[in-house]
């Protein structure tokens, strides 16, 4: 009896942690949305995990001086070969990516 009991919860611990990192919000429970987890989950295929990676002409966002308000821009609208994330992401998770990307800057 005690046995399935923690099965059970750790089914329940394993299947609850995915929900969370979907939406961005932090385990804390802040709303706040968490640029790096979505940078990871969006971002890496052409940049990289670093942002140097460059696939399909992306720029190298450790040398990018872009200011924040035209990397929003970018990250909503898309630009050339980088898809327009307007659509898939919130406008708090496209400023939080873009920040981020700043924090990336060598
Ligand atoms: C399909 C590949 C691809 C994906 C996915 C992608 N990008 Fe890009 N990104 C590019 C390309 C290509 C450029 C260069 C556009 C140009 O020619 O100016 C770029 C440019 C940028 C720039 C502007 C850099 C500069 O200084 O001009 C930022 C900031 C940026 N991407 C952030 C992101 C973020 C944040 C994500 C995830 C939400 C993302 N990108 C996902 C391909 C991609």
């Known amino acids: 009896m005690d046995k ?10 394993s299947c609850g942690s995915d929900q969370p ?3 961005g ?4 429970g802040t709303l706040q949305p968490d640029g790096m987890a979505v940078f990871r989950q ?7 995990a670093d942002g140097t990676l460059g696939l399909n002409g992306a720029k190298d ?3 990018s001086a872009t200011p924040l308000e035209e990397r929003i821009q970018i ?8 898809t327009p994330f307007g659509t898939i992401l919130s ?9 981020y990307t700043l924090t990336l800057k060598k």
Do not use: D, W
């Open 4 to 13: 399935r009991i923690v099965i059970f919860a750790l089914i329940y611990i």
């Open 21 to 23: 990192k979907r939406s």
């Open 25 to 28: 919000a932090a385990a804390g």
């Open 42 to 48: 969006r971002c890496v295929v052409c940049h990289g």
């Open 61 to 63: 966002l450790t040398q």
């Open 75 to 82: 990250i909503t609208n898309g630009k050339k070969l980088m």
């Open 91 to 99: 406008p708090e998770e496209i400023k939080a990516v873009a920040e």
